[in-house]
């Protein structure tokens, strides 16, 4: 399909799936970030608190 066979209607469609499209993959890499964040947390946490009831 070329630019000359798309109406306004179409193109501001287009934009719109596409918007919304990086949107939501913004919010999927924001949430994978942030549930990777918080598994290196806890297991850090987990490695730590470990390590200092063994050294008590």
């Excluded at 306004?8 to 918007?19: G, K, N, P, V």
């Excluded at 970030?33 to 947390?41: M, N, P, Q, W």
Aim: charged share 20%.
């Amino acid at each position: 399909m070329t630019n000359e066979n798309l109406s306004h209607i179409d193109i501001t469609a287009i934009e719109s799936r596409a918007r919304a499209l990086r949107a939501q993959a913004t919010r999927d890499m924001v949430a994978y970030i942030s549930k990777s964040v918080r598994r290196l947390f806890t297991s850090n946490t987990t490695a730590a608190n470990s390590t200092a009831h063994t050294a008590a």
